[in-house]
């Protein structure tokens, strides 16, 4: 169709140009019109200027006068006619419409056309007359405007006519017209060069400035973002990635193995999602590992260290239930993983014979029984990393808090102590938010308890930092997004997720 359209446009301008395309090509959809001259036009084969104007057609009314004349005229017409005097009466029979012969009585009396004779009676007073509101009305059927804009406004007052918008293209030849669209060739091929066609085809030029084709791709979303930023910072900081596939953990890697007494709080219903089946998992167990560690004594050791205390401790004294501690439970944090990879850093040896210093960082999902509101959800991510080394200070953690925070363009960092039950002593950190004009929490942290390190086979001089943070608040405020639903969940603008730009973490 559009084929056909092209060349009737050219056939029509090798006739005659300009043309007008509401009047050569009436009823073809505006987008069509207009893609075919586009075409053309980027060829210099058409040029073409789009008019808008406005184009008046006759009511029914309008149409009846453009037939039929005035009603003045059809009155005057009636009374010259008859060569006589007529009354009302008789003028309405000769016109044949009672309407029409009133209002063109008075019309025609006004025009001076007719006049009063005897006995009430109208007769003609002149020998001829001009129906201009029926000629102009023609011309308007025809033309569909009208020079004098004034009459037109009457016209349309008087609802003799209506006018609407319409938009055409006046078409002109442009420099490079021509009877047959020539193709254009986008590719040089082979076979071009190797039949010489080349030299006689013609191209299509190169159009800089169209933008390229969308292409759908996937995306990533904007934590995924956010979270290759902290891999890169834990990668250059000489990191280690933990394996973070278990959404599953026993309370005991969960908790019991933190040192987290079986009464604490955080364990409780309202905090934690427990599994309901199955319920229990199987104690840690050689055969379920690939290390074929000895999970027994790990076991045991837990059980005495909580229940009368163990490593310089004197523990929580209060009857430890192996039950509780295999009850399934969605991780709370990932701490769980960092303290089943430092239970496996027991058994490395270095080159001193002892466990080697290790560096571990893992990002993912921990769930927490929460009140869902702007900034809370019932699951999150949790960025989490662990140094373990020899000789290592309470100001050495503050010191390396320091260091990576400003690797994420955080700085002026302050410390709070705090109280987690794994770490001694352990510190909330704080930074300065320049848009909440105040201190907000950033990270807790600490130096995980002897209770914790030893039980697990960690040597007495070895130390191990900790801490973690939500991979959500920094990914927020680098997005400005102010309800956590925003981000997560199915509320989440999928337009949102396919155009938001990669972030920088304004490192330093
Ligand atoms: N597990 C802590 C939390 O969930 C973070 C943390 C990790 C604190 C390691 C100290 C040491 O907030």
Partial sequence: MSGDLTSQVLNALDKAEPILSTETFPGVPFAELKAVLDRLGSRSMV??????????????????????GSHEARVFEALSKAMKALTVQEIQAAVGDKNVAKFGQGKAMQAKWIAKAEGGKFAAAVDSIKDTTREQLQIIQKE????????LADFKKRKLIKTQKVISFS?????????????????LTEEMLATGSWKTAT??????????????????????????????????????????????ESGFWNFDALFVPQQHPARDLQDTFYISDPKLAHKPRAEDSEDKKDYDTYFE??????????????????????????????????????TAMLHKLADKRGLDGKPPPARYFSIDRVFRNETVDATHLAEFHQVEGVIADYDLTLGGLMEFMTIFFKKMGIEDLRFKPAYNPYTEPSLEIFSFHKGLNKLVEIGNSGMFRPEMLEAMGLPGDMKVYGW??????????????????????????LNFIERNPAVRLDKS
Avoid: C
């Fill in 301 to 338: 050791n837990i059980k005495q260290v909580h229940e009368n205390g163990k490593y310089g401790s004197i523990g929580y004294r209060y009857p430890w239930a192996e039950d509780e501690s295999l009850r399934l439970v969605l991780r709370t944090h990932t701490t769980a993983i960092s």
């Fill in 171 to 187: 078409i002109t030849k442009g420099p490079k017209f021509a009877l047959e669209l020539v193709k254009e060739e986008t590719d």
């Fill in 468 to 493: 973690g943070l939500s991979l959500e608040r920094p990914t927020m405020i680098k997005y400005g997004i102010s309800n956590i639903r925003e981000l997560l969940g199915h509320k989440v603008d």
């Fill in 47 to 68: 040029e073409y200027k789009q008019l808008e104007r406005e184009e008046a057609t006759l009511e029914p009314e309008g149409q009846s006068i453009a037939d039929n």
């Fill in 203 to 248: 191209f299509k030029p190169y159009n800089f400035n169209a933008l390229g084709a969308d292409q759908h791709a996937g995306a990533l979303h904007p934590l995924m973002k956010v979270r290759h930023e902290f891999r890169n910072i834990f990668f250059e900081m000489g990191f280690e990635e933990m394996p973070t596939d278990h959404f599953v």
């Fill in 144 to 151: 569909r405007t009208l020079p004098d804009a004034k009459v």
